[in-house]
């Protein structure tokens, strides 16, 4: 059985998705409730142009208001049912999601979330580090380090040099790995907004929350 948390979940992304490629041209539009509000508007009055001034920059170069208005007409089912839903929309729905995760093909998890003002994948896409916990991005930053390139390191430094270079990372990760298997590592902010993690005497990382995750702000 679905629980409440997750249907409201797929309720508010179900909607993020109808209005997937609307955005706010006008300031005076001061978020997705209002945006919801001005399409839905549209739609009972059957006006596509007010539709069309919705949609965002990048879309309207790619679309014209002619093709639009074709498109408008041609959905007109589409549009009753977008109607039916957003009038059915409960309470619960009514507020949009600002984050959570789908599933998608192959078992892949993505999680998004609202930043500065639009919706963006901040972890699950290949290649994407996980930022999502101060370890995590952490054990990213390891990863990262295992599997970097000093290629073209080697027509700038002597060999020697990028020996050591290297050598003296790998062994920064490998004590960085230990430590972080330990219990109480990561230290926190009275407003868990910043943590650090000590790994060596004087010698420490100290990262910073954001809208797009845990950011290494400091390394010593």
Known sequence: MIGSAHRRALGGLALALALGGLACKSARIRGPEELRDRYLAALKSNDPDAAYALLAPEVQARTTPA?????WQAQ??????????????????????????????GGHVITWAEVEGRYRIVDGLPGLPNTTTPAAAIRSLIAAVRSADIGGLL????????????DEWQRRVDVLEERLEQPGSVEYTPDMQRAFFRYEPGRGLTLEQTAGGWRIKALQ
């Open 155 to 166: 027509a700038l430094m002597d060999g020697d040099l990028v020996d050591q270079l290297r």
């Open 76 to 105: 007109k089912k589409e549009r009753e049912a977008a109607i039916a839903a957003i009038n059915k929309l409960d309470d619960a729905h009514k507020a949009p999601v600002r984050s959570g995760t789908t599933v998608h093909r």
């Open 67 to 71: 093709e639009f208005r074709a498109r």
